[in-house]
């Protein structure tokens, strides 16, 4: 007999549903107790039986539990302390369609549209993460002060892959398959979301992604993934495009995290160098783990390049540029895809280079200067919520909700596909990220900028019609600064 068999031969529909403190078997003041009856000691040890076998369930199968019935919730739990959560968890999930009447996506309630997004808010990316969160926060809150989306209030379901690209997987099966979301924001990182498009594009969820620059994410070919911001063949091409205009230069180091998104942009950038005719002369993979790179800069000052293109994020960034001073390393431009050298924490004395940060090049996608509609009261919103200024990945969250929402607006609809031919479909002229259209890949048709930090701010600096400021170069040696 099977175990979905021998759950049904255990049902009593006679039988009351329990109470979710009972399920725990947890009693109150002493006294278990139902109504205003005592329980018998069968009945007691039953209940402990029942929190007993959820609490040994792994966490998918005991909250699938949880949601069911008080009867069947009562004879699964049990059963569970002789067979495997494998089996409690298939069970469970044919129990779950068999309750009447299945929800629309993303309808927690009647009243709420609920949207899931992925980030990190904990681990070595957590400053990028909450940069998210506030975006989406801000974005939130003008959606709902306009009465929502479908008449509905919406809710931001959030699920912090820890920095990790496996727990960023376990987050499409929780947000897809527990909490029935139709759409998800995320990651942040490129090796966070790389890992998560075979889920998103199996459960035919639309995935928009605000951040993840690696190239190779939109190069799946699946028709569920639309990205927000340029990617690393466009840091490069902007990069070398400036440098051209800037002396063009001759030699070239390229340092790299060795991730998903450092291969990317290091790729993008041998290739566009070579195009450009710049010579690459040291390329330099490492660890993110690592906090010492003095051999590896020692290694690359050996060669004397003009310009040291970096792929890093926050921490490694702010390592490099203090052990760059420690080794005497000087070439005439450090110039950056962006990420760690563009994050707003990277000027900063307590969490960035401080000092070392002066003079650095970077690509950026937006700025409070920018040209755009709305870039300045964007600024004022973060400031007045965080008392900081955001750089580029709070916006990058902010608009990414605000598409999600003219897309199920536009469906009419929180059904996965009605959103993702919406988004197909998508044209925002103005936003304060520029205009919004999704080519036949996916990928928004976004402008890329070049900063430099002067006086502990990031600048404008190219392209001409959108600078704010000249750029400094070459860069002062250290022992001139």
């Known amino acids: 007999m099977s175990f979905f068999a021998k759950v049904e031969e255990t049902t009593d529909s006679s039988s009351p549903g329990l109470a979710p403190s009972e399920v725990e078997g947890a009693p109150r003041n002493g006294i278990a107790k139902v109504g205003d009856h005592r329980r018998s000691e069968a009945e007691v040890s039953r209940s402990h039986d029942v929190g007993t076998g959820i609490a040994l369930l792994s966490g998918a199968a005991a909250t699938i539990i949880r949601r069911l019935p008080g009867i069947l919730r009562r004879s699964l739990a049990v059963r569970s302390a002789h067979a495997s959560s494998a089996a409690v968890l298939a069970c469970a999930l044919a129990l779950t369609g068999c309750q009447g009447g299945v929800s629309q996506k993303g309808e927690g309630s009647r009243n709420k549209i609920k949207i899931g997004t992925i980030t990190s808010l904990t681990g070595s990316n957590a400053a990028f993460g909450q940069a998210h969160k506030n975006g989406y926060a801000i974005a939130l809150d003008e959606l709902n ?68 620059t690696a190239d190779n994410v939109m190069e799946t070919g699946s028709p569920w993934t639309f990205r927000i911001c340029a990617g690393s063949g466009a840091y490069a091409t902007a990069t070398v495009a400036f440098l051209k205009g800037m002396g063009a230069p001759k030699t070239m180091a390229i340092i790299y995290e060795n991730t998903n998104f ?8 041998q290739a566009a160098a070579k195009q450009a005719g710049i010579e690459v002369v040291d390329t330099e993979a490492y660890q993110a783990s690592t906090p010492d790179y003095k051999a590896l800069l020692q290694r690359v000052k050996a060669r004397s390049p003009a310009v040291i293109y970096f792929a890093s994020y926050l921490l490694d960034a702010s390592t490099l540029m203090r052990q760059a001073e420690q080794v005497g390393l000087n070439p005439a431009y450090y110039t950056s895809a962006g990420t760690g050298f563009a994050a707003a924490e990277f000027p900063t004395p307590d969490k960035g280079a401080g000092r070392n940060a002066e003079y650095t090049f970077s690509v950026s996608q937006w700025l409070p200067s920018a040209k755009w509609k709305g870039s300045k009261e964007f600024d004022d919103k973060y400031v007045q919520r965080t008392g900081s200024h955001p750089a580029y990945h709070a916006i990058e969250a902010y608009i990414t909700l605000l598409a999600a929402a003219e897309a199920i607006k536009k469906a009419n609809s929180t059904d996965p596909k009605a959103i993702r031919d919406a988004l197909k479909q998508l044209d925002m002229p103005e936003t304060t990220f520029g205009p919004i259209r999704f080519d036949p890949k996916g990928q928004n048709q976004h402008p890329v900028l070049i900063t430099q930090v002067q006086g502990g701010q990031y600048k404008v600096v190219w392209p001409a019609d959108a600078a704010e400021s000249k750029p400094i170069i070459p860069t002062p040696p250290w022992t001139k600064r």
């Open 145 to 212: 002060s306009r009465g929502g989306l479908l008449g509905k209030t919406v809710e931001l379901d959030y699920y912090d892959d820890q920095s990790r690209p496996d727990q960023a997987v376990q987050g499409v099966s929780k947000l897809v398959d527990l909490d029935n979301v139709p759409i998800i924001l995320g990651a942040y990182s490129s090796e966070n979301t790389r890992a998560i498009v075979p889920a998103v594009t199996q459960k035919q969820v639309p995935l928009l992604m605000p951040t993840a």
């Open 262 to 269: 450092g291969q990317s942009n290091a790729q993008a950038m």
